[in-house]
């Protein structure tokens, strides 16, 4: 093999290793595009729409046509913390300036975007409710621990036994939590069913009757219910409270990205949606 044969082989060998590689660069390249995927975040009218898109083309030759790298859909819970502010609105924000209404509070704190169409303005609705709710949860406590104000000393049967140094670091963490299990039961909190026992708002006053029996004179003692007003005020911070916690619950859960927090928050959204939907 002469000089200029073996020159052309170097050659030809050079043209084939770079050809190889000018061609090899490209197709490592859409073998990793191809297995790489397009993470899409939406709403959950977004992923139905998109997810029956790609189901219209499951029978398309090519995966571009079948939309193989849409993957993973991925639901924001954005939307269902609006849905349910929304529903807080709808149920609280009344025309009428009531004191202890939202409404009243917007006037005294000046919220002059605030008029109810939670979709047009998010935050300002969002910040209105989380202000007022904050205060009426402080005065919630206020009133089970007997405080005049946040400096007055807290009043309770289980929290002198708290600071007895008798008890162990775990009695006392499970008296700490029989406190807020009594504040939690007290004012109805995490409690979505139905009472066994309807309380009807009633008092008695004590009555005499005289009765003539057979010409002697019996007199006869009965009890009167007198019916007394619900407290209409008293209901309805109470139910602010409740949609306030849970709104704060899905903001704090969002924050953190508990999944599993997450998953117990939805199943709570539930009595919310369906009774404020029915009415």
Known sequence: MNQS??????????????YQRFIGEPLEILICLENTKCHLEG???????????RNLRTLSITPEKRFDD???????????????????????????????????????????????KVKGRFQPHYDLLMAVGEGLIKEQIFEFFQMENEYSKPTHP???????DNFSEDQKRDMFYNVIADFMKMYGYGMVDTPDKFIVNAQYVQKLRAVIVDGKL?????????????DELYNYSLQLCHWYL??????DTAKEGD??????????????FFIHTLN
């Not at 044969?5 to 770079?18: D, E, F, N, P, Y």
């Not at 289980?158 to 007895?164: I, K, Q, R, V």
């Not at 009167?224 to 007003?229: D, H, K, N, R």
């Open 259 to 272: 999944m599993n927090r997450l998953v117990l928050n939805c199943k709570y959204n539930l009595p919310f």
């Open 70 to 116: 849409l993957h993973p859909i991925v639901c924001e819970m954005w939307h269902s913390k609006q849905d349910f502010l929304e529903k807080c609105y709808k149920t609280l924000y009344k025309a009428d300036n009531t004191p202890g209404t939202l409404n009243f509070f917007k006037t005294i704190l000046h919220r002059t975007n605030v008029n109810g």
């Open 218 to 230: 019996a007199i006869e003692q009965f009890l009167e219910p007198i019916l007394v007003e619900p």
């Open 43 to 53: 709403d959950q009218l977004t992923r139905v729409r998109l997810q029956e898109a």
């Open 158 to 164: 289980l929290l002198t036994e708290l600071e007895d």
């Open 5 to 18: 044969t073996k020159t052309v082989l170097q050659l030809w060998t050079a043209m084939r290793i770079s």
């Open 246 to 251: 849970q709104l704060a619950e899905l903001s």
